[in-house]
């Protein structure tokens, strides 16, 4: 037997499962923030990826007894999991260049009644002013925020995401080269659920770092609704066309919004950040993130729009810094880097600060003078590192003045729960020029991220 449809494992997922819905709560003029929320609490010091088995074991269990069929054996549950976990090992490396995140397969998704099942943990902050709660998507691969569309308004759960520009939503008429799902099971935009929607007929198309993730469509205006604030005839678009990536029923999101800079966008039109601002619904097109870790089983995960939560970090150690890219990413200078106390004596590196991208992306020669100082990392004939799972090395960088420390257990990706050996989340790829790395989630989740688009800034914090 062998339960590999999606609609099956999902309908089974939505009932082991139950969403809490957060709602956001607006706190004080000028300032917004959405809660994140979570679906399931996972009992403490589990491993995700063994949490990951037992939501796959009880899926499978109960679907056979709802069906009325005979339970999986012992060995078809392994074979499952094993074939899901080669799964996310051969993307392991593709998911890193998540600028989208490649979300694997089963762990995800949204049907059209909007419940995230699976994967998806649901935040459980308290909403605060102007801020919106973050869902964690699998093990800390990428995080969403739910906002409203249309009128009637309906709910989207939408990618979030600093390393892009521009903001789009599937369209009733999308397609997808797995043409037999449409664009998946997610909620879309038109002119038959929406009465407010205009499409302006102007074209866009976005393609991501993420081999083969791109969408095209239209630029349209509708009403669009975040942390209770309201954009009416915000322009943005709405995709006539996805790649599989992003049409996969086993993708958790809706859509994606950009919030670099506009000047990055290939929509020519404002940010919804930037909206908020202009609109004077915010002070500033200020964007802040708390990345939750799934592993933390606390998911308090937040993004808030003109200003930050300051629940959130140790005012002391704030520090902003100036954007030195110009494209319209964030991106900051750093002073230095260092493993286990020692500075590795790297001049002139930048990061690119990308919350839609899960790891941390690294020119070649920089690559391995990280890993020279962890213990027992060791490259394979691929160029692809590996370290031990209790690894207890501590890698920081230093921002203004200020050092910021990753959490050892943000350096691995269990790929086995068995396993010694865990593939390190510091990937090859140069993004850039042969100074810039690509820092995603692995960093970001030790930190407090808010940026500037007015002052061209970013500021950074340790979290409380
Ligand atoms: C949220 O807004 C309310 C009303 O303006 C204000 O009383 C409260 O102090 C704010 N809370 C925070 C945490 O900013
Ligand atoms: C899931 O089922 C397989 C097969 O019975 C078993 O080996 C594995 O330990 C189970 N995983 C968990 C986390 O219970
Ligand atoms: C979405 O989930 C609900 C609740 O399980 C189910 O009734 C509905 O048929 C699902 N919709 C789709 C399109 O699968
Ligand atoms: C979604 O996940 C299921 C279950 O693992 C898999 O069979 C299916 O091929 C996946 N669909 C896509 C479009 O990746
Ligand atoms: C690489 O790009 C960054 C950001 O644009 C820039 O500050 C830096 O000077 C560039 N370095 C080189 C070696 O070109
Ligand atoms: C990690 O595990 C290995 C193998 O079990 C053990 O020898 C080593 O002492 C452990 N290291 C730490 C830092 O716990
Ligand atoms: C499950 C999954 O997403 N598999 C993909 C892994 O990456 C290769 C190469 O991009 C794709 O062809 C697979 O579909």
């Known amino acids: 037997m062998h339960f590999t449809t999606t609609s099956s494992f999902l309908a089974t997922l939505l009932i082991v499962l139950s969403p809490v819905e957060a709602l956001p709560v607006k706190r004080s003029a000028g300032m917004v923030t959405l809660p994140l929320k979570r679906v399931q609490p996972p009992s403490h010091d589990l491993h995700p990826r063994i949490l990951l088995q037992q939501h796959i074991n009880r899926s499978y269990r109960r679907f056979a007894r709802m069906t009325g069929r005979a339970e999986p054996s012992d060995a078809e549950l392994r074979s499952n999991i094993e074939e899901r976990m080669n799964l996310l090992l051969t993307n392991v490396t593709n998911m890193g260049y998540s600028h989208k995140v490649n979300v694997p397969s089963g762990t995800h998704a949204v049907n059209q009644t909007n419940q995230a099942v699976n994967l998806v943990t649901r935040a459980d902050t308290t909403p605060t002013n102007n801020s919106l709660g973050l869902d964690i998507v699998a093990s800390d691969l990428g995080y969403f925020a739910t906002i409203q569309i249309g009128t009637p308004p309906r709910d989207y759960n939408i990618l979030m995401d600093s390393g892009s520009a521009d903001f789009w939503v599937g369209g009733e008429s999308c397609q997808s080269p797995d043409t037999s799902s449409g664009c998946g099971e997610h909620i879309s935009l038109g002119p038959d659920s929406s009465s407010s929607f205009v499409d ?84 500033e097109a200020i964007t802040s993130y708390k990345i939750s870790r799934l592993a933390d089983n606390a998911n308090d995960g937040e993004i808030t729009f003109g200003g930050m939560d300051d629940t959130k970090y140790d005012p002391n150690t704030l520090v902003t810094v100036d954007n030195v890219n110009t494209q319209g990413y964030w991106e900051a200078s750093m002073d230095s880097i260092f493993v286990n106390g020692a500075d590795l004596g790297l001049q002139g590196r930048t990061a690119i600060l990308d919350t839609g991208a899960s790891f941390l992306l690294l020119p070649p020669q920089d690559v391995i003078a990280v890993h020279q ?51 390190s989340s510091i990937i090859e790829h140069q993004f850039g020029n042969s100074t810039e790395w690509l820092v995603g989630d692995v960093f970001l989740k030790n930190v407090y991220l808010s940026t500037n688009g007015y002052m061209n800034q970013i500021s950074l914090a340790k979290l409380l």
């Not at 490259?379 to 890698?395: D, K, M």
């Open 373 to 423: 100082l962890i213990d027992g990392a060791q490259t394979n004939a691929s160029g692809t590192f590996t370290i031990p799972c209790n690894t207890t090395a501590s890698v920081a960088f230093s921002f203004g003045g200020t050092q910021f420390t990753i959490d050892p257990r943000d350096l691995v990706i269990a790929e086995d729960t068995d396993s010694q050996t865990c593939r």
């Open 200 to 283: 302006l007929g102007t074209h866009f198309q976005t393609t991501y770092e993420t081999r083969d993730s791109s969408v095209g469509g239209d630029i349209v205006t509708d009403n669009v609704v975040i942390a209770g604030l309201s954009l009416p005839g915000h322009q943005f678009g709405v995709a006539k066309t996805k790649t599989v990536p992003f049409s996969s029923s086993n993708t958790s999101y809706d859509g994606v919004m950009g919030l670099g800079r506009s000047i990055l966008s290939t929509q020519s039109t404002p940010t919804p950040v930037e909206a908020l601002a202009s609109n004077h619904l915010i002070k």
